[in-house]
């Protein structure tokens, strides 16, 4: 059941791996390093069940905040040219 | 018999989340613009993490990691819409149109001006 799950996991972080690969636009290749962030993060948690040791899960939860924080910088370098980009402050000045 | 029949439930759910995790995934592949793709991906973030972890859940039984995998759950909940907000709104400010079957405002045009075409 676990070993499914991990297969079934790794088909399809190579299917989204093609899409990155491929993707036409930038947008296409951050939603699937966003996927490939979530699968990863269920591949711990059933990987860590299949060894029979789930504190795997901590790594796991650090993974989904990196991935988070890494999908935001990205789209706001893509759309503003720099990360520092403040809304605020460029309409006042 | 109550731990043969979690041991059942949890298996039904994993295998659904796995199907889901790879329909997710073949539909990234497959989908012909961004939006759609976008709504591919999104069905691994909800249904196929979701039932997954709630698989997970059960076979964990009462203890502390089951509250770390209901705080991973929580974290695909509250994350993953914002980042594909994001997404989306990135794209439409770089002028990536939705592709569409029809354009649907011509159509809206036309209708208001045929009665006007029809009584002249």
């Known amino acids: 059941m676990f070993t499914a799950a991990t297969i079934a996991i790794l088909v399809a972080l190579a299917l989204v791996v093609v899409r990155a690969t491929r993707g036409p636009t930038v947008f296409d290749r951050v939603l699937a390093s966003n996927s490939v962030g979530t699968l990863a993060i269920l591949l711990l948690a059933v990987v860590g069940f299949l060894n029979g040791r789930p504190e795997w899960l901590d790594i796991g939860l650090t993974y989904g905040l990196l991935n988070v924080i890494s999908t935001l910088a990205v789209l706001k370098f893509f759309r503003h040219g720099d990360l520092a980009y403040d809304d605020e402050e460029e309409r006042s000045s | ?120």
């Open chain 2, 1 to 120: 018999m109550i731990s043969l029949l979690l041991d059942i439930l949890s298996g039904i759910l994993i295998i659904a989340g796995s199907v889901f995790i790879v329909i997710g995934a073949v539909g990234l592949v497959r989908m012909p613009d961004l939006y759609t793709r976008m709504h591919a991906a999104s069905v691994i973030d909800t249904l196929g993490a979701g039932l997954l972890i709630s698989g997970l859940m059960l076979q964990a039984g009462f203890t502390l990691v089951t509250l770390k995998l209901f705080f991973i759950f929580a974290l695909f909940f509250f994350t993953g819409p914002v980042a594909t907000h994001a997404l989306a709104q990135a794209a439409l400010g770089e002028d990536i149109k939705p592709q569409l079957d029809e354009d649907r405002r011509d159509r809206l045009d036309r209708s208001q001006t045929a009665p006007a075409d029809g009584g002249a």
